[in-house]
Nanobody, 125 residues
Framework: QVQLVESGGGSVQAGGSLRLSCEAA????????MGWFRQAPGKEREGVAA????????IYADSVKGRFTISQDNAKNTVYLQMNSLKPEDTAMYYC??????????????????WGQGTQVTVSS
């Protein structure tokens, strides 16, 4: 059973920063892609960022480009999401996800096999 454990969520004022962590119970290179998704109340789940664990290539949603950075530390089996210049509209439950095959994609219809339980991010104006 794959385990992904998120941490680092919290409450912050607009313009502030948070760093989310996703620690995998298995080696991150067992997955070809790891990503972050978010879901706000009453809204659909949205892909935020992903990293191809082999190449290190990254992809981002347009709404977070230039503000969020995804990175990985294979020695710690951990993927991070550095979130800067946070906005109230970034408020959501953030989920870590991983997959072992297929294209590294976070758009509509993206399929990831493994999910964490989520960590709440709240940004106040």
């Amino acid at each position: 059973q794959v385990q992904l454990v998120e941490s680092g969520g919290g409450s912050v004022q607009a313009g502030g920063s948070l760093r989310l962590s996703c620690e995998a119970a298995e080696y991150t290179y067992n997955y070809n892609c790891m990503g972050w998704f978010r879901q706000a109340p009453g809204k659909e789940r949205e892909g935020v960022a992903a990293i191809a664990t082999g190449s290190g290539n990254t992809i981002y949603a347009d709404s977070v480009k230039g503000r969020f950075t995804i990175s990985q530390d294979n020695a710690k089996n951990t993927v991070y999401l550095q979130m800067n210049s946070l906005k109230p509209e970034d408020t959501a439950m953030y989920y870590c996800a991983a997959k072992s095959r297929g294209y590294c994609y976070i758009g509509a219809g993206a399929i990831f096999s493994y999910w964490g339980q989520g960590t709440q991010v709240t940004v106040s104006s």
